[in-house]
């Protein structure tokens, strides 16, 4: 599994370079890690990385609930559950 290190920036930082960071966030489709008193805060992700991770979460949930339905399924037709 390859997970990118995001950005990090602080809320201060944020403000001032409001429109670079989004810029580059929207360009490189990188995740924003916002701290605020050294604490993480919050995540920025463009809409565009936004719906394509939903959209893969999407298929994730999908995959999984046809595994259990059709082991349930097996399950029952084997005389296994009630």
């Known amino acids: ?6 950005l990090i920036t ?14 580059k966030i929207k360009k490189t489709g990188e995740l924003l890690l916002v ?3 050294g604490k993480p805060d919050v995540v920025v992700m463009s809409a565009k990385a936004y719906n394509i991770k939903a959209k893969r979460l999407k298929a994730l949930e999908e995959e999984y609930l046809l ?8 399950e029952h037709k084997a005389g296994k559950t009630i």
Do not use: G
């Open 1 to 6: 599994m390859n997970v990118a290190i995001p």
């Open 67 to 74: 595994k259990v339905y059709k082991e349930a399924l097996a």
């Open 35 to 37: 701290v605020s008193n």
């Open 10 to 23: 602080t809320v201060a930082d944020l403000q001032r370079s409001y429109r670079s960071l989004v810029d």
